[in-house]
């Protein structure tokens, strides 16, 4: 009686191996060290080839393969982003959780490619980079997105790589990565000479595609004429942030004061200022700002206190604006005969805001656009929150909730985008960690534009001393340069703590301070009229490559429901 050949889903898993263990390892240890602090940003381009030999492989070498995959890209995560936990002891439990989360990307990755070459017959350099992209949207999405750390971030020194960005978002770019890894490890497995060069001319011929594509782009700003520009001082403080409630007042004080004092600097030796930026919080000292409503009831002797800040805000910016005794014409820019002075200078900086409503209060993480005369005269609400760093899941209706966690009651959650206009210039903000989210930034930039207020530059305000100067600095600028190649436009970053840059719509960065070294980066923004497909189609290509991973997970499930008994492991073989 002949034997009935096994369907693929029933290939019997093979003895225990550390194979599995070994590719991961060098996988990981290949993408940690592309990243902050090490930045050998060539070697992400090998580490896909370790996962694409998972992939190939006709066995999944192992005993419980998807667990080793689990447990050693979550370390990496918690390595990669331990900065995450200095500020509060707290803290590292939450890194363990986002280390675990994250590690679960890599699982899928490789299961679901598997499906698609072993059961599809799909060629893993097209199924590899397909599902990794697909999976990286999911996690700039899911539970409110995490898209720091993407492995296209990997290539922010190489500038004519990340170019595409203004096509296919950073996820193009970890498509390519993925992609030229995946040849490689094609070509490794191939057994005549025909077909391991094939694979790397492919690769080659992929690359040079992008690295013409990114020189034109690069060239191409050089022919775009100059439409305004905008000197401004974005000023960067020292203060890391430290949880104890005794001195947090005293902190707020002493962190203003620091600020006051460096703006006062820059003023002195720039008399042409057009825009001061302060990072996230620094300007509420110990007086936020409070706005009651008209319907709300205004506690005991709070009435005075809601107009300090106003008077307080009008006093500061009279320092910047007018001739005084012992700040001789601070950032005044142009005097006429008479000796009359051109108020000019705006302050743009991130605030603390209370507002008083009818069933209680909201507080706000606020960037406020205040003008020469002292008053403010537009406002942007963080709209993006940061998941247990301003807000708990389910805690509006579990407020005991907030009690496990040192943040208070957290945050309100602006609901719109703004425009900032000064001199004829539309500035765009946001907030913390907002830059890191790229369909929030271009969400905001689209619905502006069609408002009639086209953003010319994009600021960043953050605070950033939550991280003690760790990698995660050089994480969260890396999502600032692509956000200023995606939407084409210049990108300003004030950070307390650092890192405080000036970005051109190039990606380039034209200026920027230490990490945790006091002092200010003034920069002339040049600014084009520019824009890009990403900003009119957005994520088109990406959102193609998690159409690609749910038909491959519906796939699964339908082998699974005709063979019930068929392990996960097994069916990907």
């Not at 896909?48 to 492989?57: G, R, T, V």
């Not at 899941?393 to 966690?405: A, C, H, N, R, T």
């Not at 369909?439 to 605070?463: A, S, Y």
């Not at 703590?497 to 003034?522: F, H, Q």
Request: net charge neutral.
């Amino acid at each position: 009686m002949p034997t009935r050949k096994r369907p693929w889903c029933e290939t019997p898993l093979p003895p225990r191996s550390s194979k599995t263990l070994v590719l991961c390892l060098v996988a990981n240890l290949l993408t940690w060290a592309a990243f902050p602090p090490l930045e050998w940003f060539p070697l992400a381009w090998f580490a896909p080839a370790a996962w694409a030999s998972l992939i190939q492989s006709k066995h999944m070498p192992g005993k419980r393969p998807y667990w080793t995959i689990w447990f050693v890209s979550a370390s990496t995560w918690a390595f990669l982003l331990e900065g995450v936990g200095r500020a509060f002891w707290a803290n590292y439990f939450g890194l363990v959780f986002l280390g675990a989360y994250l590690a679960l990307y890599q699982v899928l990755t490789v299961a679901l490619a598997r499906v698609a070459v072993h059961r599809w017959n799909i060629p893993t350099v097209i199924a590899a980079p397909a599902v990794w992209t697909g999976l990286e949207l999911v996690r700039g999405h899911l539970i409110t997105g995490f898209s720091m750390a993407l492995l296209g971030h990997t290539q922010v020194k190489a500038s004519a790589i990340i170019q595409i960005a203004d096509l296919f978002g950073a996820y193009g770019v970890s498509f390519v990565v993925v992609f030229v890894g995946s040849c490689i490890a094609s070509s490794l497995h191939s057994k005549n000479i025909r077909q391991r060069v094939a694979p790397l001319i492919t690769a080659g011929a992929v690359l040079l595609c992008v690295f013409v594509y990114g020189l034109s782009s690069i060239a191409s700003l050089r022919q775009i004429p100059v439409k305004h520009d905008l000197k401004v001082a974005l000023i960067q403080g020292t203060e890391d942030t430290v949880f104890d409630p005794a001195t947090a007042q005293q902190r707020a004080v002493d962190t203003f004061n620091q600020y006051w004092r460096l703006s006062l600097d820059a003023c002195g030796e720039h008399d042409d200022l057009d825009l001061i930026v302060w990072p996230e919080g620094m300007f509420s000292g110990n007086v936020p700002q409070l706005i009651v409503a008209t319907d709300a009831t205004i506690p005991a002797g709070l009435g005075m206190d809601s107009k300090q800040f106003e008077m307080l805000v009008e006093q500061r910016l009279r320092y910047f604006n007018e001739k005084t005794e012992g700040v001789a014409s601070v950032v005044n820019r142009n005097r006429d005969t008479t000796g009359s002075v051109d108020h000019r200078t705006y302050l743009l900086v991130g605030c603390d805001t209370l507002e008083l409503v009818r069933d209680g209060e909201q507080t706000y993480n606020a960037a406020l656009l205040i003008d020469p005369s002292g008053k403010v005269v537009a406002r942007y609400d963080k709209n993006h929150r940061v998941l247990l760093g301003e807000y708990v899941p389910f805690g509006d209706y579990f407020p005991w909730l907030y009690d496990f966690v040192p943040i208070g009651r957290g945050l309100t959650p602006g609901t719109r985008p703004a425009s900032f206009e000064m001199h004829g210039i539309s500035v765009a903000p946001s907030i913390c960690f907002e830059d890191t989210v790229p369909h929030l930034i271009r969400r905001q930039v689209c619905e502006l534009t069609r408002k009639g207020h086209r953003p010319d530059v994009l600021v960043n305000l953050t605070n950033d001393g939550w991280f003690w100067g760790s990698g995660v600095l050089d994480l969260q600028l890396s999502c600032a340069i692509f956000r200023a190649i995606e939407m084409r436009r210049p990108m300003l970053i004030a950070a307390n703590t650092g890192l405080t840059a000036s970005i051109d719509s190039n990606g380039s960065v034209i200026a920027t301070m230490p990490r945790r070294k006091e002092g200010t980066v003034v920069s002339n923004v040049v600014i084009r009229e520019r824009s890009s497909s990403y900003e009119w189609y957005g994520d088109w290509f990406a959102w193609l490559c998690l159409l690609f991973c749910l038909g491959l997970g519906l796939a699964t499930c339908w082998d699974r429901a005709k063979r019930p008994g068929i392990t996960l492991e097994a069916s990907h073989e």
